[in-house]
């Protein structure tokens, strides 16, 4: 059974003033046309918005994301180097070059080609051929490749992803979502700050062809600097981007537009909103006391709690009563309980999602209570329990 109790301190006069802590109201802050949309702050990792973010769908060239996380991790392990060159194989040409009519960079069969430049054709051109390039140089096959951004993924956290191809061209069982790509993007932008910046790169000349990178968040003065764009006719137009402004940054995946147009316009609205309509509150120090839980037959009948490290969320200026914060913890505990455990979190909703959830430990211990306050406790229980 799930407890909620939250203790007088501070911070608590902020929190009753940001929070209402009434029963979850259903509704969304945002609209927006896409069918699948998620959105979250890079500092906070607040979810701030959500609509059927855990719906499995084509990636298209989403799933170059995934490619470049993989390669980026052999860079930064030291494995490869950026210097490094792979040959074009008839494979690639064929499924991603010239001949395939798809997204290129026009690779030429058995030559060679250095590592950064592949990379800046898949980000900025979102070249089919450079993905396989880059897979078979360092996997042996594109299906080996596939296998390993699987299994990155799942390294990463992300459950659902499932890779059969480095492109995103069409492929049964190939699926992603949009909750896992946003996830994805801010990975990236934390982890590999020095390769992030191609994502931003307007265009890109290689072998004497000029193209121009086909996000169009980019030269829409938003202080956008990525990520990917993508299409497939079962789930529509599809994007991740990434805007940074004002000392906040977000990240945010959309599927299920009917037209680039629409696209352009839906991802710049949710960036836009993600950026202006919240503002960061700080409603508890590093190291003051969040919450207390019950402690069954201990010395104490509760243990307060703590965060690791201060507690900051992001609060609508416009619609603060759409906001719900609970503490939750399976309970009560049961005596001896140590310091430094954790027992539950702090839960924040905004409308309708489950925004963020900030773990809670223990902050001291409580031993076991002499035997007498334990039968006390053993009775309260019982007759609560059955209440229950």
Partial sequence: MAFFRIVASRALAVLLVSLLLLAPVRAQLFETRATQAFMIDADTGTILFSKDPDKPI???????????????????????????????????????????GTSTMFAALKSSVRLEDLIQGVIVQSANDGCIIIAEGMAGSEENFAAMMTERARTLGLKTSVFKNSTGLPAEGQVVTVRELTQLALHIWSTYPEYYRYYSQRDFTWNKIFQRNRNPLLAMDIGADGLKTGYTEESGYAIVGAVSRGG??????????????????????????????????????????????????????????????PVAILVPIANRDKIIARIVYEGPLAAPVGPGVRVGSLKVWIGDSLSQETPLYTAEAVGLGSLHRRALDAIAELAIGWIR
């Fill in 58 to 100: 084509p990636p298209a060239s989403l799933a170059k994301l995934m490619t470049m996380e993989v390669t980026f991790d052999a860079l930064k392990s030291g494995r490869y180097k950026l210097e490094d060159s792979f040959v074009v194989s008839e494979h690639a040409w064929r499924t991603g070059g010239a001949p395939s």
């Fill in 248 to 309: 906040r940054r977000v990240f945010a995946a959309m599927s299920g537009m009917s037209s680039d147009r629409e696209r352009a316009e839906e991802a710049r609205k949710l960036l836009d909103w993600g950026i202006d309509a919240f503002e960061r509150n700080q409603i508890f120090d590093d190291g003051e006391v969040v919450g207390e839980a019950q402690v069954y037959g201990g010395e104490k009948s509760t243990v307060p709690l703590k965060a690791r490290g």
